[in-house]
Nanobody, 127 residues
Framework: QVQLLESGGGVVQTGDSLRLSCAASGRTSSNPVAMGWFRQAPGKEREFVAAFKWSDSSSHYASSVKGRCTISRERAKNTVHLQMNSLRPEDSAVYYC???????????????????WGQGTQVTVSS
């Protein structure tokens, strides 16, 4: 089993920045296929934000955050970060970290690609 712990959420104003972190523990001796961030606002479905693919060290972003967010990893610490800049009220949501191991047959932009999920961290952007 793998446990994921998110941190870094909070209440900020429009235009501010936040850095979310996700630390993996447990059975992390093997590299994941990908680690991603998703978010879910009240009454809405969970949506893709960003993902980092281990095989080619590529980063992938939703169009709504591209140019404002950067996903990065700290390999030695089994941690991924999501730097979010120029935050908007519509970015307010619970942000979830996810990890996909083994063989992934779904797009890393979909929730079905990930077997492990964190508990989430709240991000609130006030106008």
């Amino acid at each position: 089993q793998v446990q994921l712990l998110e941190s870094g959420g909070g209440v900020v104003q429009t235009g501010d920045s936040l850095r979310l972190s996700c630390a993996a523990s447990g059975r992390t001796s093997s590299n994941p296929v990908a680690m991603g961030w998703f978010r879910q606002a009240p009454g809405k479905e969970r949506e893709f934000v960003a993902a980092f693919k281990w095989s080619d060290s590529s980063s992938h972003y939703a169009s709504s955050v591209k140019g404002r967010c950067t996903i990065s990893r700290e390999r030695a610490k089994n941690t991924v970060h999501l730097q979010m800049n120029s935050l908007r009220p519509e970015d307010s949501a619970v942000y979830y970290c996810a990890r996909g191991d083994g063989v992934i047959t779904s797009s890393i932009r979909t929730t079905s690609a990930y077997a492990y999920w964190g508990q989430g961290t709240q991000v609130t952007v006030s106008s």
